[in-house]
């Protein structure tokens, strides 16, 4: 069984940074893809980033290209997501997620259970 657990989460100005920790345990998550999620109330879940088991090629959604950054270690359980220049339109509950292909990140398979980021002055 994959259990995935957030923390990172919090209030920030616009242009600040944070930087989200996804620690995960289950015996087939070390060569599952990993990534992240986003969602606001009253709109899908998107998908903001992820990376495969290896760590060595990342995908981002193009709201966020160029801002995040998501980092792994080869075979590891634990995903990173360092957010910079935050706007207010990244305000929103961030999942962990993982299972499936990081170059199609549509359906992982695990979730975790959210953390919040809010941005604002």
């Known amino acids: 069984q994959v259990e995935l657990v957030e923390s990172g989460g919090g209030l920030v100005r616009p242009g600040g940074s944070l930087r989200l920790s996804c620690s995960g345990s289950?015996?087939?998550?070390?060569?599952?893809?990993m990534g992240w999620f986003r969602q606001v109330p009253g709109k899908e879940r998107e998908f903001v980033a992820s990376?495969?088991?290896?760590?060595?090629?990342?995908y981002y959604s193009d709201a966020v290209k160029g801002r995040f950054t998501i980092s792994r270690e080869h075979a590891a359980t634990v995903v990173y997501l360092q957010m910079n220049d935050l706007k207010p339109e990244d305000t929103a509950v961030y999942y962990c997620?993982?299972?499936?292909?990081?170059?199609?990140?549509?359906?992982?398979?695990?979730w975790g259970q959210g953390t919040q980021v809010t941005v604002s002055s």
């Open positions: 997620a993982a299972g499936g292909f990081a170059a199609s990140f549509t359906n992982p398979r695990h």
């Open positions: 289950g015996r087939t998550l070390a060569t599952a893809a």
């Open positions: 990376t495969p088991w290896t760590g060595a090629s990342t």
